[in-house]
């Protein structure tokens, strides 16, 4: 069953797996960051996908603590390899313990597997500058803003 992103609040209220102690975040401003978060990571792995990988079978993709549908506006379709990586970001990003939240690149305290954050940067280089030349306003205002 999926939950609906805008009750992530209750599972950041359970604390997180690799943090059991973490500390409620119960403030709005940190649930529209982590949709916003997920949002943008979905779209630019989804963007990233369907360039690189026209020729490689896609599915949709699924993750059970998420709608990723509701989040990012669509319905997603990836190929296995990066139905993994964003899976693998989703799941981090939910379970961050830190409050608020830094860029990942000057996290302290980094979480991804080395793998997925060499491949996620490959993939935030490449969707973001394309992102931006192709006119996208809502990328342009998460830039800006």
């Given at each position: 069953?999926?939950?609906?992103?805008?009750?992530?609040?209750?599972?950041?209220?359970?604390?997180?797996?690799?943090?059991?102690?973490?500390?409620?975040?119960?403030?709005?401003?940190?649930?529209?960051?982590?949709?916003?978060?997920?949002?943008?990571?979905?779209?630019?792995?989804?963007?990233?996908?369907?360039?690189?990988?026209?020729?490689?079978?896609?599915?949709?993709?699924?993750?059970?603590?998420?709608?990723?549908?509701?989040?990012?506006?669509?319905?997603?379709?990836?190929?296995?390899?990066?139905?993994?990586?964003?899976?693998?970001?989703?799941?981090?990003?939910?379970?961050?313990?830190?409050?608020?939240?830094?860029?990942?690149?000057?996290?302290?305290?980094?979480?991804?597997?080395?793998?997925?954050?060499?491949?996620?940067?490959?993939?935030?280089?490449?969707?973001?500058?394309?992102?931006?030349?192709?006119?996208?306003?809502?990328y342009l205002?998460h830039v800006?803003?």
């Amino acid at each position: 069953m999926f939950l609906p992103i805008v009750s992530t609040r209750r599972l950041h209220r359970l604390g997180s797996p690799r943090n059991p102690g973490a500390e409620p975040r119960a403030d709005l401003r940190s649930d529209r960051e982590l949709f916003v978060d997920l949002r943008t990571v979905s779209r630019f792995v989804h963007f990233y996908c369907r360039r690189r990988h026209a020729e490689r079978p896609r599915d949709r993709f699924e993750l059970k603590a998420v709608d990723v549908d509701a989040v990012v506006g669509s319905p997603v379709s990836l190929c296995a390899e990066c139905r993994r990586l964003l899976a693998h970001a989703m799941t981090k990003r939910l379970a961050c313990p830190m409050s608020p939240k830094p860029a990942c690149k000057h996290c302290p305290k980094h979480c991804y597997h080395p793998a997925y954050r060499q491949r996620i940067r490959k993939i935030m280089r490449y969707s973001g500058t394309r992102m931006l030349l192709t006119g996208r306003l809502d990328y342009l205002l998460h830039v800006l803003f």
